[in-house]
T-cell receptor, first 114, second 114 residues
Framework: NAGVTQTPKFQVLKTGQSMTLQCAQDMNHNSMYWYRQDPGMGLRLIYYSASEGTTDKGEVPNGYNVSRLNKREFSLRLESAAPSQTSVYFC?????????????FGPGTRLTVL | AQSVTQPDIHITVSEGASLELRCNYSYGATPYLFWYVQSPGQGLQLLLK??????LVQGIKGFEAEFKRSQSSFNLRKPSVHWSDAAEYFCAVGPPGGSYIPTFGRGTSLIVHP
């Protein structure tokens, strides 16, 4: 049981390049999330998917797109990377227990855009 | 809208000393409250959560948190800190029921002196 996995762990891009961050979970969770973490800002939600086939914008969706490929996988795409997207990206999935969802996080992808 | 405040950006304690990390929330009803820990270079790990009932919640790694409705607080405590507790700690708040999107505080960085 690997939990939530993310690839790659590190990435350096040049401005204007595109890339896709991959996330997979093996806990059979319905909901999945993408966050970015910046110093002093905590975690900010980019997109989430409440179930397979649905996606919704979070707090900071501009410059990103997502795909819920199946129940296990939720990818985040940067079409044209900008230096402002330099950040640490976390994927999470959640299960419903005790009347609310509890999130489980992946190890993160550290992205630098030059 | 819900919000959560962690007033302390950094906290420094000596190994073996007690610890209290503060968390204040703003929400119209009794929220669901969480504490997460992030070790350097790692993802977030759930320490404990509060839904209802006993206001003193026990978590992993010897941590506990107390919900105080009158103060809108959910402070994290540990009686004796270990050097391995040095990490970033995040408080999160979410509405009850169904799929929820939590709001995270900006985090408190714990430094442990030997």
């Amino acid at each position: 049981n690997a939990g939530v996995t993310q690839t790659p762990k590190f990435q350096v891009l040049k401005t204007g390049q595109s890339m896709t961050l991959q996330c997979a979970q093996d806990m059979n969770h319905n909901s999945m999330y993408w966050y970015r973490q910046d110093p002093g800002m905590g975690l900010r939600l980019i997109y989430y998917s409440a179930s397979e086939g649905t996606t919704d914008k979070g707090e900071v969706p501009n410059g990103y797109n997502v795909s819920r490929l199946n129940k296990r996988e939720f990818s985040l795409r940067l079409e044209s990377a900008a230096p402002s997207q330099t950040s640490v990206y976390f994927c999470a999935s959640s299960e419903f227990s005790g009347n609310t969802d509890t999130q489980y996080f992946g190890p993160g992808t550290r992205l630098t855009v030059l | 809208a819900q919000s959560v405040t962690q007033p302390d950006i950094h906290i420094t304690v000596s190994e073996g000393a007690s610890l209290e990390l503060r968390c204040n929330y703003s929400y119209g009803a009794t929220p669901y409250l969480f504490w997460y820990v992030q070790s350097p270079g790692q993802g977030l790990q759930l320490l404990l959560k509060y839904f209802s009932g006993d206001t003193l919640v026990q978590g992993i790694k010897g941590f506990e948190a107390e919900f105080k409705r009158s103060q809108s607080s959910f402070n994290l405590r540990k009686p004796s800190v270990h050097w391995s507790d040095a990490a970033e700690y995040f408080c999160a708040v979410g509405p009850p029921g169904g799929s929820y999107i939590p709001t995270f505080g900006r985090g408190t960085s714990l430094i442990v002196h030997p």
